[in-house]
């Protein structure tokens, strides 16, 4: 439109001298151009001198404008005031909120659009169901697949894509499967979907079994899948057979993230001194993912020397990335190493880190969705739940359960350290699912960090004792966990 921001300042001037001759489209045009020069205050100025704003595709390229500099807010107040709006706007609303990762205002947006009876387009239900997806909110992301079918929308390979992925987050693989299934139209991204689904789920036969069928040819993306299948699925062999192949019989010449992956397939089958080696042969600087992964399976099998060593790298490379501080004190205090934890606080509180809260949010069905942070006393139900919690506890310590505060950051004393796992936000969740769900009925759980060890030998034995299946998706995979175990096979 513009080519440059000189040609846009000169049809100003000319906007300017000619006034209320202009038409709305040159006006739209002219706060487009600003919008896409970022120039924000510029836009709305124009926006306000504007003699008739009653177009809405004003509106809507105010939204998508200010959506597009990260300036949702401002766009939502615009949303707000328009007293007409067409399905452009929902859209450009919904859009603007996934781009900032904020799906559940996304969500509100998308039931707003449902009550005021405004029919969504086909090109908005892939975002839609994006936010379905990160959420978990099943019950939304299958209304949306009904409204396809009863209006007879195509399942092509973006949408059918966009509900594989949404399906098999929301814990949902069976339905997965079924859509991708009968898609006409597979693209080489409603594979990716499907195998990374199958190994975020623990399937990881199925993973590679499907990949060995795929009828077109891989890409970077697959590879990661089944890679990642393979690691969480302790197929060390099969993992390094599919790497070796990668650039010889399918032309994909691998990458960071594919050693990556090896590095996680090594360290996790405590393979440690290979999973190094690997590091040192990689061809370009190794990415602090890679270490990353590398001092994860220090963690997990209680390798001080290496994870130290690893940790003091990462610091180095990432400083102000709070989980790897995080990983390296864990890796101290399961050594029962309190000293170092605690100079690792220091640290962290000399450099100004905060870190990420633990949060966890709960899909009751309907389109609710609650959503708890570690320690929170924000909910209207939080008496009832730390109640609830506590009668927890009770039972599963007569079924042996012994809390394991291993994992808590602070050099707290034992007791406060029990306290503080019983507060993390998928214990909050799952006490608040156990209060409001209907007793043998399902609890879905995502989580934003890796679900620590604590939690994750609680909500296997709360599985067994209250006789539930509790699903919880944390940040890079899925436990199931029913009758007593998980999916995962405690190998996460
Ligand atoms: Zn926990
Ligand atoms: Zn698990």
């Not at 290979?274 to 993912?289: F, G, L, N, Q, Y």
């Not at 936000?425 to 934003?448: D, M």
Request: net charge negative; aromatic share 8%.
């Amino acid at each position: 439109m513009y080519a440059s921001f000189g040609r846009l300042v000169e049809a100003r001037r000319i906007l300017d001298d000619k006034g209320g001759e202009v038409d709305a489209v040159c006006w739209n045009a002219m706060i487009d151009g600003y919008l896409r020069f970022g120039e924000v205050e510029a836009a709305r100025e124009l926006f306000e001198s504007m003699p008739d704003r009653s177009m809405i595709s004003t509106w809507n390229a105010m939204i998508s404008g200010f959506s597009r500099c990260g300036m949702v807010e401002v766009a939502r107040e615009f949303f707000d005031e328009m007293k007409e709006r067409d399905e452009i706007s929902w859209s450009a609303m919904i859009d603007g909120y996934i781009q900032e990762g904020c799906f559940m205002e996304a969500l509100e947006i998308f039931h707003q659009m449902q009550k005021e009876k405004i029919r969504p387009r086909k090109f908005v239900l892939p975002s839609v169901l994006s936010a379905c997806a990160n959420l978990g909110a099943l019950d939304q992301g299958r209304w949306i697949h009904t409204y396809a079918k009863r209006n007879s929308i195509q399942l092509d390979g973006v949408l059918g894509t966009s509900l594989v992925d949404m399906y098999a987050k929301c814990g949902r693989i069976d339905l997965a499967w079924e859509v991708f299934e009968k898609m006409s139209n597979k693209e080489v991204s409603s594979w990716n979907a499907m195998i990374g689904g199958l190994a975020m789920h623990g399937r990881a036969e199925d993973a590679i079994d499907l990949f060995s069928k795929m009828d077109i040819n891989p890409n970077e993306i697959t590879f990661v899948g089944v890679l990642n299948a393979c690691a969480h699925g302790g197929l060390v062999q099969k993992g390094l057979t599919i790497f070796n192949s990668m650039r010889k019989e399918y032309g994909v010449e691998p990458q960071i993230e594919h050693y990556g992956c090896i590095v996680d397939l090594l360290g996790r089958a405590g393979l440690l001194t290979e999973a190094e080696k690997v590091v040192s042969s990689i061809p370009t600087e190794p990415t602090p993912a890679v270490w990353g992964a590398l001092l994860g399976a220090c963690r997990k099998h209680g390798n001080v020397e290496l994870g130290e060593r690893v940790g003091k790298i990462l610091l180095e490379l990432e400083p102000q990335n709070s989980g790897r501080y995080t990983l390296l004190s864990n890796i101290y205090a399961k050594a029962g190493r309190w000293e170092e934890v605690g100079e690792v606080r220091k640290l962290m509180k000399e450099r100004g880190i905060k870190t990420t809260p633990g949060t966890s949010i709960i899909d009751l069905g309907r389109g609710e969705v609650h959503k708890f942070i570690i320690g929170d006393g924000s909910h209207p139900q939080v008496k009832d739940i730390y109640q609830m919690l506590d009668k927890v506890k009770e039972r599963l310590q007569m079924e042996g359960y012994e809390p394991d505060p291993s994992q808590v950051l602070f050099d707290i004393d034992e007791e406060e350290k029990e306290t503080a796992v019983w507060q993390h936000s998928e214990k909050l969740a799952i006490g608040f699912g156990l209060i409001n769900t209907s007793p043998g009925t399902t609890i879905r759980i995502v989580k934003n960090l890796r679900v620590c060890e604590d939690c994750h030998s609680a909500t296997k034995l709360i599985s067994q004792v209250y006789n539930r299946e509790i699903i919880v998706r944390d940040r890079i995979r899925y436990h199931h966990f029913r009758n007593g175990a998980c999916s995962c096979k405690d190998f996460w």
